[in-house]
């Protein structure tokens, strides 16, 4: 299993970003996939699933301002992120799976490796 991440950058508070993450190594069709942040000093904070049908799913503090979407032709899972704030600032991950990532102990999830979002005036 591999998992890419970019888009990341640069933004100023109210801007947007679209995170892609790329997929290989697996059918990515049949699974779930996820997006997680991290600050520094602090765990993973889970934000948004989609599952292979395409139910979507928001952690709150994300709900109505991120969008995730796939691609299953390409692969590829996207987080759009719109009015961003500077607390958005985080290293994010995309994941194979859902909440259970991050909530339930020993849930096997496969991570990339992290694009870098800065939210700064």
């Known amino acids: 299993v591999q998992l890419v991440e970019s888009g990341g950058g640069l933004v100023q508070p109210g801007g947007s970003l679209r995170l892609s993450c790329a997929a290989s190594?697996?059918?990515?069709?049949?699974?779930?996939m996820g997006w997680a942040r991290q600050v520094p000093g602090k765990g993973l904070e889970w934000l948004s699933s989609?599952?292979?049908?395409?139910?979507?799913y928001y952690e709150d503090s994300v709900k109505g301002r991120f969008t995730i979407s796939r691609d299953n032709a390409k692969n590829t899972v996207y987080l759009q992120m719109n009015s961003l704030k500077p607390e958005d600032t985080a290293v994010y991950y995309c994941?194979?799976?859902?909440?259970?990532?991050?909530?339930?102990?020993?849930?096997?999830?496969?991570w990339g490796q992290g694009t870098q979002v800065t939210v700064s005036s």
């Open positions: 190594g697996f059918t990515f069709s049949s699974y779930a």
């Open positions: 994941a194979t799976g859902d909440r259970k990532c991050t909530k339930v102990p020993g849930t096997l999830c496969s």
């Open positions: 989609i599952y292979s049908d395409g139910t979507t």
